[in-house]
């Protein structure tokens, strides 16, 4: 992990002729946000003294309570590579203080760190490796996004047929130029769909990696007229996007989840993480799964994990245990979509699975066949549960999950609970094209 100091950005900014920095952070809901400064205010900035309106924010605080501190993490600095020469311009992530300069509470980094402070303190630490897929879609006359895909491409598909191998190009350059390493990028199942794999890291990290990689994939393809989407599901009849969460823990410079004499070669420590994991699905699917339409990916038939279940050889479970042994075992949890916010994602995935170890949560026997192919009464026998089936559910869960509620502290669950609430009824309430296809002539 880099460790740079404030002086270092100082003397970075001025080799590079960096004119404007943008001091970034996260709303609740996993948005960016920015406040942009001319590079002489750096100093101030570094020294955490640059304050802006956190009562604007959605989820933040109330009018009355609106003054906030930036505090930016040096180990976070990248120029951005389409803003260089005159004007040239670079960011900063930041977390979000109160003005007695106390963390803020709902600053959504500022959680993540102190999950991974839980998990230091049992000596692990957590390293994941997301897989975020997206839509890129044609825009029309008037630039705004359609849901036309801009080619009929398929699974690893290539030019003529894959049509968003230039766009994909340009997304990779400018990433790594931002210090990502890219292992693989191709052309996904559906027609217009992507994937672009970054190499794993710590979880802080790897959950700023995520932010700038929906930042970095929006903007570029903008320059090519098209429009990125990290919706879920946004076309019926096709598979959704995914973002598939691999996982492990490290012990000192050891892999705990492997042990080479055990059954499979995982550790207890591997089993209670995916006991854990298990144990919480329900409670952390609002958080992993966002939207209303996040819960038009999960349903069967497209690829999508809808049953609480594990496996170490398909596909179709919750949890999958890639083959790789030693260094690379890791536990895939594959219902996270790419909507949701990296930060607490990240976190109530971890405490789940530090919840697991702490209670030596046992998994249940590994379903090494498709779950897909049984029916309802086949799934009860087996004792097979499923993930919440709307978002109403899912924060119906999320309620009743105590170490959820617990992660993500008083001040995020209530607005983001009351937020996703009002989000919920507000689709209840509207009438959807849908209705009227099915609905108008017959009745």
């Not at 992507?194 to 930042?215: G, V």
Request: proline fraction near 6%.
């Amino acid at each position: 992990m880099k460790k740079y100091s404030p002086d270092d950005i100082l003397y970075f900014v001025k080799d590079q002729h960096i004119a404007f920095i943008r001091l970034q952070f996260s709303d609740i809901f996993g948005i960016t946000k920015n406040v942009a400064i001319p590079v002489p205010q750096l100093e101030k900035a570094l020294e955490g003294e640059v304050a802006f309106d956190g009562s604007s924010i959605e989820g933040f605080v109330r009018i009355e309570e609106s003054d906030m501190l930036l505090k930016p993490d040096p180990n976070t600095f990248a120029v951005f590579p389409w803003r260089t020469g005159e004007g040239a311009t670079a960011r900063l992530i930041c977390d979000v203080y109160k003005s007695d300069n106390t963390p803020f509470e709902g600053c959504p980094r500022s959680i993540l760190q102190r999950v991974i402070k839980e998990a230091d303190s049992m000596g692990f630490t957590m390293y994941a490796g997301p897989e975020l897929e997206f839509f890129l879609f044609l825009k029309n006359e008037n630039g705004e996004a359609t849901t036309i895909t801009h080619d009929q491409g398929g699974y690893f598909d290539l030019t003529p047929v894959d049509k968003g191998e230039n766009a994909r190009r340009d997304i990779i350059l400018n990433l790594q130029k931002m210090g990502f390493e890219i292992e693989t990028s191709h052309h996904e199942v559906s027609p217009g769909q992507h994937e672009i794999s970054f190499k794993y890291a710590d979880a802080l990290t790897t959950a700023d990696n995520i932010a700038t990689f929906r930042f970095v994939v929006r903007t570029i393809a903008l320059s090519h007229n098209l429009h990125a989407t990290f919706i879920p599901k946004p076309i019926f009849g096709i598979n959704g996007s995914g973002m598939h969460t691999n996982q492990s823990l490290l012990s000192g410079d050891k892999n705990a989840f492997y042990d080479p004499e055990a059954p499979s070669q995982l550790s207890k420590t591997a089993h209670y993480y995916i006991g854990g994991l298990m144990s919480h699905a329900k409670g952390f699917t609002a958080i992993t799964n966002p939207l209303v339409n996040s819960y038009k990916r999960l349903v069967p038939g497209y690829e999508a994990p809808v049953y609480i279940a594990w496996s170490e050889r398909n596909r179709s479970p919750l949890i999958r245990i890639p083959a790789r042994r030693g260094m690379g075992t890791r536990v895939e949890l594959r219902s996270p979509d790419p909507s949701c916010n990296p930060y607490l994602a990240l976190a109530v995935m971890l405490r789940a699975g530090l919840d697991g170890i702490k209670r030596q949560i046992e998994p249940p026997k590994p379903v090494n066949y498709n779950i897909f192919e049984l029916n309802e009464q086949e799934l009860r026998e087996r004792g097979i549960d499923v993930l919440p089936l709307h978002l109403g559910a899912a924060l119906e869960e999320m309620d009743r999950d105590e170490v959820i509620k617990d992660t993500l502290g008083e001040h995020i669950f209530n607005r983001y609970y009351e937020a996703k609430l009002i989000e919920w009824k507000e689709y209840l309430m509207k009438v959807h094209p849908w209705e009227l296809e099915r609905y108008l002539k017959v009745y």
